[in-house]
């Protein structure tokens, strides 16, 4: 399975258009497969699919184990010659093997979207990721979704925390977490925030750290909200390396990188 995962960080999902680091890719599969390493099940959910890189990486790594809910407007019509997002989100699943629940998934916008629509359809998620609208209000009502959803031992994860072509994102996650005491941050990349309820967080910053994904990502503690938590970096000539080695080589050899 670990193969299989790895084959999909570095090279299936760059034929699916999206944004998601190797990075990222090996800290969401680090936390999903610590969670089923230590019988900690619960849906998956997800706001702001797109084409579907980050959701498919999720439905691979729970290996059928637990149900995925997807949630995205589906309004993209960039390319003229490809079917529409929905049509060509379905058809990247089917092209990597899984069978798309389409009761799982749901087309609109996230403001009219309940964390009991989510429950009723994956249950209580231990993986919720914010990807979807990148403005204050936006991701506002995402966490309030997320929070509501998330299992006791949930994580939700923001996506573009700290990326200043999106301020509003971290004005927001950082308002919604002042909020809520109760959630703390377990790790932080370049470009998203990890957060877990305060007495799972050393359970998940041990795992992530000590995880077989993680092992190669280089490392520093940083202070967040007055605690040390781990940042894991993508560094720039890795970041090079790993393009001109996808780009050009089909991602053969960016194993060594990560
Ligand atoms: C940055 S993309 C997500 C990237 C994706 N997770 C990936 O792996 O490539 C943001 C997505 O959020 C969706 N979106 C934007 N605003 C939304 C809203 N209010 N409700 C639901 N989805 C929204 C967009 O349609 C778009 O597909």
């Not at 184990?65 to 589906?74: E, M, P, T, V």
Request: proline letters at 3%; charged letters at 25%; glycine letters at 6%.
């Amino acid at each position: 399975m670990k193969k299989r995962i790895r084959k999909y960080v570095f090279s299936d999902m760059h034929e699916i258009q999206g944004y998601l680091s190797p990075v990222d890719a090996l800290t969401i599969a680090a936390v999903l497969s610590a969670q089923q390493d230590n019988g900690l099940t619960g849906g998956i959910a997800e706001i702001g699919v797109f084409y579907g890189r980050s959701f498919f990486l999720m439905q691979l790594v729970a290996n059928g184990s637990d149900s995925c809910f997807a949630a995205d407007l589906f309004d993209i019509r960039a390319h003229r010659n490809i079917d529409d997002q929905y049509d060509q989100f379905i058809k990247n699943g089917r092209k990597l093997g899984f069978a798309v629940n389409e009761e799982q998934i749901y087309v609109g916008d996230s403001k009219f979207l309940s964390a009991d629509y989510i429950r009723e359809r994956v249950g209580s998620c231990r993986l919720f990721h914010i990807d979807g609208g990148h403005h204050w209000q936006h991701v506002a009502v995402d966490s309030q979704i997320a929070m509501n959803s998330m299992a006791d031992h949930g994580v939700i994860v923001f996506d573009d925390f700290f990326n200043p072509e999106w301020p509003d994102v971290s004005l927001a996650a950082v308002d919604f977490l002042t909020s809520q005491r109760h959630l703390k941050p377990f790790a932080i990349t370049n470009r998203k925030l990890y957060v877990s309820k305060a007495d799972h967080v050393d359970a998940y910053q041990n795992w992530v750290c000590s995880s077989e994904f993680t092992t190669k990502i280089p490392r520093r503690e940083v202070n967040l909200f007055d605690a040390p938590v781990p940042f894991l970096k993508e560094s720039l000539d890795r970041k090079i390396g790993f393009f001109l080695l996808t780009r050009y080589l089909r991602g053969l050899g960016a194993n060594w990188l990560y």
